[in-house]
């Protein structure tokens, strides 16, 4: 046997056992055993450097140091789930997927784990790259620590896709963060809060060996790719474990709203038994045809739904409220507490929302209050324990000055919170809008956080975000914590945002309710940033999907003059204020605004492109079929009481060919 078959056969050796004993918690050799194979692979490779193989089980043990991780867009968007609390929740969703799609639908009921999200993309079988959700679009390589989690396949087994991105959680079971503490505590360290803060920062610890000591595991929940061969989520969970992937055997089938309920109800009850943390249950139609056609929200899939369990709720004395003043100049009050624990964190403050809030509540300080996590994520005051009033207790007056500037506040008609009309002059406005600016959905500035846009504007040196254009290397690097390779990133981060497309500038600039969906409606529509600021309000609001608060928001936007002036400055530092010439090469009006509904299994394109054609051509898409639809676009297997509806609503039905015949 030649050295490089003795390699390759302890290497396949090593990963079959690994398989048995973190996949399937089986292990069919010792420990000690895994141990001597894998000291004898290690020797051979150092020795014969020239078989090197970075998904080699040797390369599990860490070590390499990464100082900064690199910044990687996701290829297949990583969208957030929509929540829901009851069962008529989800009988609505229900409902609304029973609009979209004809036939039966079935379900799958998986375990909603509380870890930190990861998307591992794999070619011909070895991992390539490992990245965080991140904000959903693009997030951090973390590749090098991801390699040292024992459930990550390397390399894969059986008829696996030639090219996929896998995507799951990465947790920390209880036992595993038990012992963690256990060791932290024997050597006088602070212990760990709790598992999925653990699990989430390990992902971005410099050192993977460190990464390596901490015994994280990663649970699969779903495969996206193109041309997969799989027919449902059931299937991808099946296939997975067979590639090597740790699938929990908790998740079902199930066909009624009744059947998710009775899963649910179950694993209220009985995740306290888990070996790791939940905190609720995902519901996914389960035929892939069917998640294609109901599609996507801006922000969500149609075809999935979250249900939270019941958050947690604590007691603790308000101390204060203190008033926190946004970017747009609305007021948040916020209550602070007496330090309590709450789901794993220790809870100081809590967000109060409004004036109507607190009145409501009738909040008063030292009042005993009951706190939930909303969504198990921010805390909220939900109500007082009456009882343990005292006579003494003052009825809270709402602020009516800016705590910041001092100007007087306004509260506009049919609005909930009260807002600091000072634009150009309260600091936590000014400072509000350069941090949305570089946000990374937005700018995306490498080398500029908070810290420094605070200190920038407090030495003056910048008003607005159109004035970071202007910085100079002297300017920055006398300001504090700032080195030299500090202040080149800065500069070079600034410099670079100058190629992000128009629709992100827009996103950028801050317009009131203008979030990422509507900027790019707007970009789309307007292409330029002069017609958009020509357009009037009526003209804004006849474009689908933007009604009269955001046509006034984005007319009150460029009516103000120190806008104009920001933009006309960022115009001459060459910042993209309009759509880029491929973009608008590819664009025509040939649909003419017309309405279609897509529909079934296509050949020559796939369901996502034929959308993206009848945008980039003038028309629009539509999630289900109404009176204003104009054309069905009929693929194969399309449900009949589909085509049913439109040949009663008299709506023409086209074939695949003879919609893109037309656009030629």
Not at 179 to 207: F, H, I, M
Not at 412 to 435: D, F, M, S, T
Not at 450 to 478: Q, R
Request: glycine letters at 6%; aromatic letters at 8%; a negative charge.
């Amino acid at each position: 046997m030649s050295i490089k078959q003795k390699i390759d056969k302890l290497r396949d050796e090593l990963r079959l056992h690994n398989y048995n004993y973190y996949v399937l918690d089986n292990p069919t050799i010792s420990d000690y055993e895994f141990d001597v194979k894998l000291k004898e692979l290690q020797e051979l490779e150092d020795q014969n450097p020239q078989f090197y193989d970075s998904n080699s089980p040797t390369q599990r043990v860490g070590g390499e140091i990464t100082k900064n991780f690199d910044t990687v867009a996701h290829k297949f968007r990583m969208y957030s789930l929509d929540n829901s609390y009851s069962k008529e929740d989800l009988l609505d969703w229900e409902t609304r997927i029973k609009k979209i799609i004809d036939g039966e639908i079935s379900y799958t009921c998986e375990l909603k784990y509380d870890g930190a999200s990861m998307s591992l993309t794999y070619e011909n079988g070895e991992l390539i790259r490992a990245v965080t959700r991140g904000d959903g679009t693009q997030g951090d390589d973390v590749t090098t620590n991801i390699k040292t989690i024992k459930s990550v396949p390397l390399k894969l087994k059986g008829d696996f896709p030639p090219q996929m991105d896998v995507r799951g959680e990465i947790i920390l079971p209880l036992e595993g963060f038990k012992k963690l503490n256990e060791e932290r505590l024997k050597n006088g360290e602070e212990l760990y809060r709790n598992p999925r803060n653990t699990a989430s920062g390990s992902l971005k610890l410099q050192d993977s060996g460190e990464v390596a000591k901490r015994p994280l595991e990663f649970l699969m929940y779903s495969v996206v790719g193109d041309n997969l061969s799989i027919d449902s989520q059931m299937q991808s969970l099946e296939k997975a474990r067979t590639w090597g992937f740790k699938v929990p055997e908790e998740a079902k089938a199930v066909k009624t709203v009744d059947d998710i309920l009775d899963y649910i109800n179950y694993w209220d009850t009985q995740r306290h038994n888990l070996p790791y943390e939940i905190d609720g249950v995902v519901i996914k139609v389960n035929n892939f045809q069917q998640q294609d056609e109901l599609g996507y929200t801006s922000k969500s899939p149609r075809w999935a739904m979250a249900y939270k369990f019941k958050a947690e709720r604590v007691s603790t004395e308000l101390k204060s409220i203190s008033y926190q003043v946004g970017r747009t100049g609305a007021i948040t009050p916020v209550a602070n507490l007496e330090p309590v624990d709450l789901a794993g964190t220790t809870v100081k403050r809590a967000s109060l929302h409004n004036a109507d809030q607190i009145e409501k509540l009738d909040l008063r300080i030292g009042d005993t209050v009951f706190v939930e996590k909303g969504g198990e994520i921010i805390p909220k005051v939900i109500a007082v324990d009456l009882e343990k009033r005292t006579s003494d207790a003052v009825p809270t007056r709402y602020i009516t000055h800016c705590p910041e500037c001092q100007t007087e506040l306004i509260r506009l008609e049919g609005e909930a919170k009260h807002y600091c009309p000072n634009y150009l002059g309260c600091q936590p406005q000014v400072i509000g809008r350069i941090e949305h600016y570089i946000s990374r959905k937005a700018m995306d500035i490498d080398g500029l956080g908070g810290e420094t846009v605070a200190l920038l504007v407090k030495e003056g040196l910048i008003k607005d975000y159109s004035d970071l254009y202007d910085l100079t290397m002297e300017e920055v690097l006398p300001l504090e914590r700032m080195a030299q390779k500090s202040a080149d990133n800065l500069i070079n981060g600034i410099a670079q945002s100058k190629h992000i497309p128009f629709e992100r500038v827009l996103f950028a600039l801050g317009i009131r309710y203008v979030g990422e969906t509507v900027a790019k409606k707007l970009a789309k529509h307007y292409k330029t940033i002069d017609a958009l600021k020509s357009a009037s309000l009526e003209n804004l609001i006849a474009i689908d999907e933007i009604g009269e608060r955001i046509a006034e928001s984005v007319t009150q936007f460029f009516a103000n003059e120190h806008n104009l002036y920001s933009i006309e400055k960022l115009r001459s530092h060459g910042v993209q204020l309009q759509l880029s010439e491929d973009i608008l090469a590819n664009q025509t009006n040939k649909l003419n605004g017309d309405i279609f509904v897509v529909s079934g299994v296509f050949e020559s394109v796939s369901r996502n492109e034929l959308k993206k054609l009848i945008e980039d051509n003038g028309g629009k898409v539509g999630s289900s079929i109404s009176s204003k639809t104009n054309f069905l676009i009929a693929g194969d297997k399309m449900g009949p009481s589909k085509r049913q509806k439109a040949e009663n609503l008299q709506i023409p039905i086209i074939s695949e060919q003879a919609f893109l015949k037309r656009l030629k």
